[in-house]
């Protein structure tokens, strides 16, 4: 028999548990009845809503793993949806996650006359964002529940947020909700255009979180990252582009803060009709820079080398199902310019390479016996991906006019010189013209240099099968290949100046051979320009199983 005051204990938990349910899963603020395309990065405008699909975990995920915030993931914008009525403007934004309904700040940025870029309030975002637009906004619509857990804020030509409407929480299906009335919007275009993009960044008490400054750990890559180096923007995810790190990058001096993405929609008696526009565009400033990803050169490494080396060098083996290359210490050509101190040769000594793949990205290690300059060593990696038909690929000779050439033709040659990019490695792919792609990393008080390289960029790298690969070292030289025979190089053992008549090929050094002299030698009429070492790895569902001298 239960006694009054447990009954009322009871039904007041049982309170406390509706009450908790429907702050979890507010009912929406209106009905949203907009079919959404079917894809990511579409715009339409169906049943008034304008609505903006994003793909799945695009955004940045940098995070503090000390405070275990922000969550990635209650960051990726999957879709926004944008409604008026002629009396309240709405928003809908679903998420991948809403684990923590703090997680997101997003703001709806606007232009009402986006034929006139300049005559708006200001092109930097609010709240010290480190963001900034090509064109100046009128008002923002700003959902952050940091700031206040009950209402959405407009900045309207103003620093200073107003707080107004209502907000709506679902937490379940990570969505948020927000109405503002169109009151707090006095110029809103009733019959016109509106340029618009929504942008995501990470709650800070409120504010938006800044994580160059608050040196969080990038999970994909494996390091802690700052402003000066790597990311100055604080944005996240931004909906209708993809992915975020192509479009906001890199530190103060070398990235971009700019969001060029938009969306502008017609009015007509305050409801939207149809998309006027959806593209990108960029400022004077921005469009004198190439409009490419900078993803700087990491301190540490890519990923985490287990395998252990050959004792013997040259030699070669697969363990952890890394192809691992060894090659002696002070077997390379040592010509140099001694005017200019160029190449410092000790950063051409190879001594160990390694390949790793996971079915989705080639890791490649390359370690010398220096690494005093970062920009001495131009690494290529020549790749057949069908062995047992040397004859079937784009060319024998290597690229970048090395003078150098192989037995067998290559698909596809990988190259590292910051020379020619300090952001990324490159890809001649059945080409002589390199396209950059995928990620670095450097320790030079190790003489190691990483590169990352997603294997779709690297069309018929094989799951299963053989490809056949060697390392080879150049210098560098303004990110092309150094020639020591044009350019006047001493011989330091002898002190004599030598021409192509005494070194034609530009090689300094190839791994898994010694020495480097006894392979390409001589001038054109006398010698050999021909790298024979090479290397047949075996992959079983995209990893190294083992590997044979070819």
């Known amino acids: 028999r239960m006694t009054n005051s447990k009954v009322f204990l009871l039904a007041f ?23 959404a395309p079917s894809m990511p990065l579409q715009v339409v405008v169906s049943n008034g809503e304008l609505i903006v699909t994003d793909p799945s975990n695009d955004q940045y995920k940098y995070y503090s793993p000390q405070y275990n915030w922000p969550i990635p993931s209650d960051l990726d914008i999957l879709e926004a949806r944008v409604y008026s009525d002629g009396q309240n403007i709405y928003v809908r934004y679903k998420f991948q ?33 480190d963001t900034k637009l090509p064109w ?79 040196k969080n ?21 931004i909906a ?62 890519l990923r985490n ?69 970062k920009y001495s060593p131009y690494i290529m990696i020549p790749i057949d991906y069908t062995p047992d038909n040397p004859s079937d690929g784009f060319s024998e000779w290597l690229p970048d006019w090395s003078d150098t050439n192989l037995p067998w033709k290559w698909d596809v040659v990988i190259g590292i010189n910051f020379g020619k990019s300090e952001t990324q490695p490159f890809v001649f792919n059945h080409a002589w013209d390199p396209t950059f792609t995928g990620q670095l990393a450097v320790n030079q008080t190790q003489g190691v240099i990483e590169a990352k390289i997603p294997l779709s960029s690297l069309p018929g790298f094989p799951t299963n099968g053989k490809i056949k690969y060697t390392f080879i070292i150049f210098a560098n030289s303004f990110g092309g290949v150094w020639d020591p025979g044009q350019n006047n190089a001493v011989d330091p053992s002898t002190g004599k100046t030598i021409s192509e008549d005494d070194y034609a090929s530009d090689v300094y050094d190839i791994a898994g051979q010694a020495p480097t002299s006894a392979e390409v030698y001589g001038g054109w ?26």
């Open 240 to 301: 209708g582009q993809a992915p975020t790190n192509m479009e906001v990058y890199g530190n103060w001096k070398d990235g971009v803060q700019e969001v060029a993405v938009y969306y502008t929609v017609s009015t007509s008696n305050g409801v939207f009709t149809s998309v006027a526009d959806y593209g990108r565009k960029v400022s004077f400033e921005r469009s004198l820079a190439k409009m490419k990803l900078i993803y700087p050169p990491l301190p540490g490494q």
């Open 217 to 237: 750990y990038d999970p994909e890559i494996g390091i802690v990252i700052n402003e000066e180096t790597f990311y100055a923007c604080n944005v996240y995810d």
């Open 136 to 214: 100046k906004w009128d008002a923002i619509i700003g959902v952050n529940l940091g700031k206040k857990d009950s209402q959405p804020f407009v900045f309207y030509r103003s620093w200073n947020p107003q707080f107004v409407g209502s907000l709506a929480v679902d937490q379940d299906n990570a969505v948020i909700e927000a109405m503002v009335p169109l009151s707090a919007l006095p110029d809103f275009p009733r019959n016109g255009k509106i340029r618009m993009v929504i942008v995501v960044f990470a709650n800070d008490y409120g504010g938006i979180w800044d994580p160059g400054k608050r």
């Open 13 to 35: 938990i049982a309170l406390l548990a509706f009450t908790a349910s429907l702050v979890f899963a507010a009912p929406s603020l209106r009905q949203w009845t907009g079919t």
């Open 305 to 373: 080398w287990a395998g252990t080396p050959p004792l013997t060098s040259p030699g070669s083996t697969v363990v952890s199902n890394e192809a691992i290359i060894t090659d002696p210490a002070n077997d390379q050509y040592k010509y140099y310019r001694p005017d200019w101190n160029w190449p410092i040769t000790s950063d051409l000594d190879v001594l160990e390479t390694r390949l790793y793949s996971d079915g989705q990205y080639l890791y490649i290690r390359v370690k010398f016996s220096t690494l005093k300059n």
């Open 97 to 129: 996650t809403l684990k923590s309904k703090y997680s997101p700040y997003v703001m709806l940025v606007m232009d009402f006359t986006p034929d006139n870029d300049m005559d708006g309030f200001d092109n930097w975002l609010p709240d010290w964002s």
């Open 525 to 550: 009429g006398n010698g050999s320009q021909t790298v024979k070492t090479a290397f047949t790895a075996q992959l079983t569902n995209g990893l190294f199983v083992g590997i044979t001298s070819a």
